[in-house]
T-cell receptor
Framework: AQSVTQLDSQVPVFEEAPVELRCNYS??????LFWYVQYPNQGLQLLLK??????LVKGINGFEAEFNKSQTSFHLRKPSVHISDTAEYFC??????????FGTGTRLLVSP | DAGVIQSPRHEVTEMGQEVTLRCKPI?????LFWYRQTMMRGLELLIY????????DSGMPEDRFSAKMPNASFSTLKIQPSEPRDSAVYFC???????????FGPGTRLTVL
């Protein structure tokens, strides 16, 4: 079975500071990896995805993530956050064509 | 493109009543997913359909929950009878079969008193 661990339930950060949201997964097969963002009172929106190829993936809004197979990690980073990045971020894995498995989410709180 | 459409956006009902949530997927998508989001349990997949056929309903909590997809452009999630512990935000999402992105609707916030 596949599982996703987001160790940080909440990450407070000041505006313009860098941020890293951690995601580790476990799977016995190759997986596709995703980060979704959920703004308050909205549905989830895809930030970025790793399917194959370069392990550094760039997404929308200046976010990027790096796939590390040996550490089974897919951490999300942004060099300089804005107030508008305040949201909940979900890491997800998908083994082949099967359903997505989501982590429990990390709430990013950006303050001035 | 209208995106995934869900109705109603908010529903308040009393325990024991029947609740029906509705979803219209993006035109052309042939996979549809129902999720439930709560503070305690996070985001849970309840059921998903492919080409209108239920593929995996292992996440449906109990017999009080049922889902149908009578055609490619419409799905319902029904709770009968509803209980306070069903209070949550229910999301519908759609994608192409095996597609690499699921598109989520805005959700239905259900409150069962």
């Amino acid at each position: 079975a596949q599982s996703v661990t987001q160790l940080d339930s909440q990450v407070p950060v000041f505006e313009e500071a860098p941020v890293e949201l951690r995601c580790n997964y476990s799977s016995s097969v190759s997986v596709y990896l995703f980060w979704y963002v959920q703004y308050p009172n909205q549905g989830l929106q895809l930030l970025l995805k790793y399917l194959s190829g370069s392990t550094l993936v760039k997404g929308i809004n200046g976010f990027e993530a790096e796939f590390n197979k040996s550490q089974t990690s897919f951490h999300l980073r942004k060099p300089s956050v804005h107030i508008s990045d305040t949201a909940e971020y979900f890491c997800a894995v998908r083994p082949g064509f099967q359903k997505l498995v989501f982590g429990t989410g990390t709430r990013l709180l950006v303050s001035p | 493109d209208a995106g995934v459409i869900q109705s109603p956006r908010h529903e308040v009902t009393e325990m024991g009543q029947e609740v029906t949530l509705r979803c219209k997927p993006i035109s052309g998508h042939n996979s549809l997913f129902w999720y439930r989001q709560t503070m305690m349990r996070g985001l849970e997949l309840l059921i998903y359909f492919n080409n209108n056929v239920p593929i995996d309903d292992s996440g449906m909590p109990e017999d009080r929950f049922s889902a149908k997809m009578p055609n490619a452009s419409f799905s319902t999630l029904k709770i009968q009878p509803s209980e306070p512990r069903d209070s949550a935000v229910y999301f519908c999402a759609s994608s192409f079969t095996g597609g690499n992105e699921q598109f989520f609707g805005p959700g239905t916030r259900l409150t069962v008193l």
